[in-house]
């Protein structure tokens, strides 16, 4: 009798062991990545170790998607998607595809042309991607996230910023909307279709631009986190304050990669967390032009990108030509004194910053 009672001991114990590590094994992860392409965008999804890259950001950002996609330990790629032709999104995906094999490659309604358009189905074919016109209500399973088309829902608009794949990722209670560069006409006709726009995260249309993220079309999803996705100091004024202030007003908190580089956010299904603070207290992009010594105090967090004394400095940015230098590099004292930016981040970080070694002094 004891013995037996021993026995059912040492099996309770058992089961329970055996449900406290399945409860481990089956805590579920899901990670959003809006990576820092400057001005563009690329969007990567995990979960479980299934992956799948929205938009591949411009030309220049190419090597870092695929270095960023390589420490995220990706060797392929269940589907990759390009919301719309646009280089800004485009032109990063055609490095991406020739190093990493895809399951689906999922590309606008409408046809792409030109070289940049051919590079990329040649990329894609060539390393086993099929290729496939995305259509309104298809959905695509990223390990234990799924990912649906809910735009555009129609398919004549004149502008390609208004084709743009527009994509609801649902992981758990959890829900994220990525639309590309979809612009009023396009938003307007997706929420006048009545379409569930509702999301948690939203990856802010056209890079904040003031000709997307209506009034109608925010309200609909109503967000609490917005981010945004745009170069700094952007020669189009992204974000628009009237755009932040209206993410503002729906209580949205916003994450920018301009200021903040590529912002992560992490759910279990049910809770949602970012790998930092937000960025709620930025400028809009026209008043971002001339960042001064005061702009960085009243910004917080601001790019990392903060002036550092001129006694310590390691190199010296132009702003404007988006080169950096050695301080003692005939360029700078030849620099506007506006674009002049001292920084003590080093070449590589500079470099994923967007900024390009000066041919002169070589830094
Ligand atoms: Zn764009
Ligand atoms: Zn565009």
């Known amino acids: 009798m ?22 481990l094994c089956a805590a579920e992860q899901f990670e959003l990545h809006v990576l820092d392409v400057g001005q563009g965008q690329s969007v990567f999804i995990e979960s479980d170790n299934h992956f799948m890259l929205i938009d591949g950001g411009g030309r220049e950002a190419s090597s870092f998607v695929v270095s960023y996609l390589k420490q995220q330990g990706v060797e392929k790629l269940d589907c990759a998607a390009v919301s719309h032709y646009d280089e800004d999104h485009m032109a990063g995906m055609i490095g991406v595809l020739k190093v990493f094999p895809c399951d689906i490659l999922l590309v606008p ?48 608009y004149s502008s390609d910023n208004d084709m743009s794949l527009c994509f609801k990722i649902c992981f758990g209670d959890r829900k994220c909307l ?8 396009s938003e307007r006709d997706i929420v006048s279709e009545g379409v569930d726009l509702a999301a948690d995260v939203y990856v802010v249309n056209h890079h904040g631009s003031s000709t997307s993220s209506t009034e109608g079309f925010v309200d609909a999803v109503s967000p609490s986190y917005a981010v945004i996705s745009c170069g700094r100091d952007n020669s189009y004024g992204h974000p628009t ?44 992009g026209t008043t971002f032009v001339s960042l001064d010594m005061e702009d960085v ?67």
Not at 5 to 11: E, G, M
Not at 112 to 122: D, N, V
Not at 324 to 336: A, G, I, R, T
């Open 178 to 185: 990525i639309c590309g560069d979809a612009e009023q006409t």
């Open 109 to 156: 309604t409408y046809e792409g042309s030109g070289e940049l358009y051919q590079s990329l189905a040649t990329a894609a074919l060539s390393n086993g991607c099929v290729i496939m016109h995305g259509e309104t209500g298809m959905e695509f399973p990223v390990g234990n996230a799924d990912s649906e088309i809910i735009g555009p829902v129609r398919t004549d």
């Open 241 to 284: 304050m009237e755009v932040l202030q209206r993410l503002q007003n729906h209580g949205a908190d916003i994450y920018r990669t301009d200021e903040q580089g590529t912002v992560i956010v992490y759910s279990d299904g049910q809770s949602m967390w970012f790998d930092e603070e937000p960025s709620n207290n930025g400028s809009g």
């Open 2 to 23: 004891r013995k037996i009672k021993h026995s059912i001991l040492i099996l309770l114990i058992l089961l329970c062991f055996c449900g406290l590590s399945h409860s």
């Open 297 to 363: 105090e009243n910004n917080s967090p601001v790019s990392r990108l903060v002036p550092a004394p001129t006694e310590s400095v390691q190199y010296v940015c132009n702003r404007s030509t988006g080169k950096f230098h050695y301080p003692n590099c005939e360029s700078v004292n030849q620099m506007n004194e506006a674009n002049r930016l001292n920084t003590n981040l080093d070449r590589d970080e500079l470099i994923a910053e967007g900024y390009e070694p000066c041919g002169n002094c070589n830094p």
